[in-house]
Nanobody, 117 residues
Framework: QVQLVESGGGLVQPGGSLRLSCLAS???????????MGWYRQAPGKQRELVAG??????TAYADSVEGRFTISRPVENMVYLHMNSLKPEDTAVYYC?????????WGQGTQVTVSS
């Protein structure tokens, strides 16, 4: 089992920045199986969508809507950051961290990001 805890959400004005953090913890076998970590988001009335992901080889991928504004990083194997710059009102959503370990996808509880003046 792997547990994911997100932090760093909040209220920010348009054009502002936030950094989301996700810490993974759990059993050693499960932790060593993590080959991918990423961030999804879900806005009210919309489906959950991929924001950014990073593999254990540090290959990254981004949604077109955040390319050039958001950066995903993985400073250590069990932590992932999402650096969000030039935030827009349409970035408002609950952001979820995910970790893929073997055949299982784990999810955090989500952290709210609200972009509003």
């Amino acid at each position: 089992q792997v547990q994911l805890v997100e932090s760093g959400g909040g209220l920010v004005q348009p054009g502002g920045s936030l950094r989301l953090s996700c810490l993974a913890s759990g059993s050693v076998p499960s932790m060593s199986d993590i080959y991918y970590m990423g961030w999804y988001r879900q806005a009210p009335g919309k489906q959950r969508e991929l924001v950014a992901g990073i593999t254990d080889a540090y290959t990254t991928a981004y949604a077109d809507s955040v390319e050039g504004r958001f950066t995903i990083s993985r400073p250590v194997e069990n932590m992932v950051y999402l650096h969000m710059n030039s935030l827009k009102p349409e970035d408002t959503a609950v952001y979820y961290c995910t970790a893929h370990a073997g055949p299982v996808n784990y999810w955090g509880q989500g952290t709210q990001v609200t972009v509003s003046s």
